[in-house]
């Protein structure tokens, strides 16, 4: 099993930015795909964002519109989601999930089901 610990939440003005981590330790990470959700009181849980493996391949959801950045280091056994150009709709709670695949793969998916481990989550407000 792997377990994910996210950091990095907090209190931001509209138009700001944060830089969110995902720390795992366990399982070899590079064995997961990467996935970023986030959940909106009183709303679904909704992807954010992916990454694969090897970080060579990557996907948003359309209300990203080019405002976030996935990336991830191996060798640090961390994930990232630099978060910028945010908006009061953002407000939600970040969740950071690993998907254990087969290598020979690159695909990202973006249901919350096919994911195996999830941390507890870091809250974004975004407020004036």
């Known amino acids: 099993q792997v377990r994910l610990a996210e950091f990095g939440g907090g209190l931001v003005q509209p138009g700001g930015s944060l830089s969110l981590s995902c720390v795992a330790s366990?399982?070899?990470?590079?064995?997961?795909?990467v996935g970023w959700f986030r959940q909106a009181p009183g709303k679904e849980i909704e992807f954010v964002g992916g990454?694969?493996?090897?970080?060579?391949?990557?996907s948003y959801a359309a209300f990203v519109e080019g405002r976030f950045a996935i990336s991830r280091e191996n060798t640090k056994n961390t994930a990232y989601l630099q978060i910028n150009s945010l908006k009061p709709e953002d407000t939600a709670v970040y969740f950071c999930?690993?998907?254990?695949?087969?290598?020979?793969?690159?695909?990202?998916?973006?249901?919350?089901?096919?994911?195996?481990?999830w941390g507890q989550g870091t809250q974004v407000i975004v407020s004036s």
């Open positions: 990454i694969s493996w090897n970080g060579e391949a990557s």
């Open positions: 366990g399982d070899t990470f590079s064995d997961f795909a």
């Open positions: 999930a690993a998907d254990r695949i087969n290598r020979a793969y690159t695909v990202v998916v973006t249901s919350p089901a096919e994911y195996d481990y």
